[in-house]
């Protein structure tokens, strides 16, 4: 059984940082393209940052997040991370992990083939 687990959400004033964590299990993901996603009340699903996992190549991110977001992953723990830091907000969202079949990232939800629970990060102003 796939799985991907998110974890390190929480309350944060706005200025700090979190990092959030995906662990996945039930299968290798040495080849799929791993995304972060985010959903705010009454918003549609959006792409935040984006990696293929191996191959190298450069990481895809929004705008809204250049410079301020990191996507990262270790082949070797199956795990995608996304340090957040300036936060502020608009931020404030459900965040999604997902994996998406190689070898391409792409904006587009129903792309995506495994999706973990969401981890609720809330910036306070």
């Known amino acids: 059984q796939v799985q991907l687990v998110e974890s390190g959400g929480g309350l944060v004033q706005a200025g700090g940082s979190l990092r959030l964590s995906c662990a996945a299990s039930?299968?290798?993901?040495?080849?799929?393209?791993m995304g972060w996603f985010r959903q705010a009340p009454g918003k549609e699903r959006e792409l935040v940052a984006a990696?293929?996992?191996?191959?190298?190549?450069?990481?895809y991110y929004a705008d809204s997040v250049k410079g301020r977001f990191t996507i990262s992953r270790d082949n070797a723990k199956n795990s995608v991370y996304l340090q957040m830091n300036s936060l502020k907000p608009e931020d404030t969202a459900i965040y999604y992990c997902?994996?998406?079949?190689?070898?391409?990232?792409?904006?587009?939800?129903?792309?995506?083939?495994?999706w973990g629970q969401g981890t609720q990060v809330t910036v306070s102003s």
């Open positions: 997902a994996a998406k079949r190689p070898p391409y990232y792409s904006d587009y939800v129903a792309l995506y083939d495994y």
């Open positions: 039930g299968r290798t993901f040495s080849s799929y393209a």
């Open positions: 990696i293929r996992w191996s191959g190298g190549g450069s990481a």
